[in-house]
């Protein structure tokens, strides 16, 4: 977080907060946790993925129920968690990482330096450099077969086309990037 200052952090949280919520404001509950989650520097993008990951999970459930960024504190804590671990080192993955060959290799080996000097906004900056690479390199079928997989995940999502859009777009990518073994960072 050393890169991004107050307002900007809880800008971003609030736009993605108006993209996949009903609701235009968050509660001064949800400021207070904000405001928590901004003085014990979680990630913007921890946040993000949380915010994501929790409006998806709701949106696929028959039973919907109001979801605040207060209901994601243990999920946002949770996402913290496992970046945190990934930061020091921690797990399997780095073994999978250090098998890929080529240029990706390379990449993912400059990601696990930059996350173990503590750089990680640029390690996640070569996480997406890393996808988007490898979806651009990817024959068009490939593409093509991930996306409509996607596509047919999210058909049922009662939410607005263009969030429908985005999640089958990373959705098609996390899939095909899943299907050519290339591990991920985070």
Same mark, same amino acid.
């Not at 390690?123 to 409509?148: C, G, Q, S, V």
């Given at each position: 977080? &050393?890169?991004?200052?107050?307002?900007?952090?809880? @800008?971003?949280?609030?736009?993605?907060?108006?993209?996949?919520? @009903?609701?235009?404001f968050l509660s001064s509950r949800d400021m207070e946790f904000l405001e928590e989650l901004w003085l014990e520097r979680i990630p913007l993008d921890v946040v993000l993925?949380?915010?994501?990951?929790?409006?998806?999970?709701?949106?696929?459930?028959?039973?919907? @129920?109001?979801?605040?960024?207060?209901?994601?504190?243990?999920?946002?804590?949770?996402?913290?968690?496992?970046?945190?671990?990934?930061?020091?080192?921690?797990?399997?993955?780095?073994?999978?990482?250090f098998r890929v060959e080529g240029e990706m290799g390379e990449l993912l080996k400059r990601a696990h330096r930059l996350l173990k000097e503590g750089q990680a906004e640029?390690?996640?900056?070569?996480?997406?450099?890393?996808?988007?690479?490898?979806?651009?390199?990817?024959?068009?079928?490939?593409?093509?077969?991930?996306? &409509?997989?996607?596509?047919?995940?999210?058909?049922?999502?009662?939410?607005?086309?263009?969030?429908?859009?985005?999640?089958?777009?990373?959705?098609?990518?996390?899939?095909?990037?899943?299907?050519?073994?290339?591990?991920?960072?985070?």
């Amino acid at each position: 977080m &050393n890169s991004i200052d107050k307002e900007e952090y809880f @800008r971003k949280i609030e736009g993605a907060w108006r993209r996949w919520s @009903r609701f235009l404001f968050l509660s001064s509950r949800d400021m207070e946790f904000l405001e928590e989650l901004w003085l014990e520097r979680i990630p913007l993008d921890v946040v993000l993925r949380s915010l994501e990951g929790g409006f998806t999970a709701v949106f696929r459930k028959k039973k919907k @129920r109001m979801i605040t960024l207060w209901n994601l504190k243990k999920k946002i804590y949770g996402e913290e968690k496992k970046f945190r671990e990934k930061m020091a080192g921690a797990g399997e993955k780095w073994q999978e990482i250090f098998r890929v060959e080529g240029e990706m290799g390379e990449l993912l080996k400059r990601a696990h330096r930059l996350l173990k000097e503590g750089q990680a906004e640029k390690a996640l900056e070569l996480e997406d450099l890393i996808t988007e690479k490898m979806w651009k390199e990817a024959a068009e079928d490939e593409r093509e077969k991930a996306l &409509n997989w996607a596509k047919e995940r999210v058909k049922n999502l009662k939410i607005s086309s263009e969030a429908k859009e985005e999640i089958a777009l990373k959705g098609a990518k996390r899939r095909l990037r899943e299907r050519k073994r290339i591990p991920f960072i985070f």
